[in-house]
């Protein structure tokens, strides 16, 4: 079983920078894929961005992308999102999720995740 609590979230203005803090429990939560999702009010759950077991593979969002980073720091257990450039359009809840098997590769839907958090909550005002 694994637990996720997220963290970080916040009110930034637009161009403003928040960091996500992911916190997992578990004993193998080194091999998971991760991911970030985010959902707005009176939308579907979207992927953001997601990261391999060891850390060398990402993938973003077009909508993120160059803005946003994910990396994971296994020694504690707990995986990041770094939002820089924040736009209002990126005000959402956001939720991190790890995918219960051991894997290589990164996964960008929501149907490939097994554990989910409780999500933060991200406003950018404009």
């Known amino acids: 079983q694994v637990q996720l609590v997220e963290s970080g979230g916040g009110l930034v203005q637009a161009g403003g920078s928040l960091r996500l803090s992911c916190a997992a429990s578990?004993?193998?939560?080194?091999?998971?894929?991760m991911g970030w999702f985010r959902q707005a009010p009176g939308k579907e759950r979207e992927f953001v961005a997601a990261?391999?077991?060891?850390?060398?593979?990402?993938y973003y969002a077009d909508s993120v992308k160059g803005r946003f980073t994910i990396s994971r720091d296994s020694a504690k257990n707990t995986v990041y999102l770094q939002m820089n450039s924040l736009k209002p359009e990126d005000t959402a809840v956001y939720y991190c999720a790890a995918r219960g098997y051991t894997s290589n590769s990164y996964y960008t839907r929501r149907n490939d995740y097994d554990y989910w958090g409780q999500g933060t909550q991200v406003t950018v005002s404009s």
């Open positions: 578990g004993r193998t939560f080194a091999t998971y894929p």
């Open positions: 990261i391999n077991w060891s850390g060398g593979s990402t």
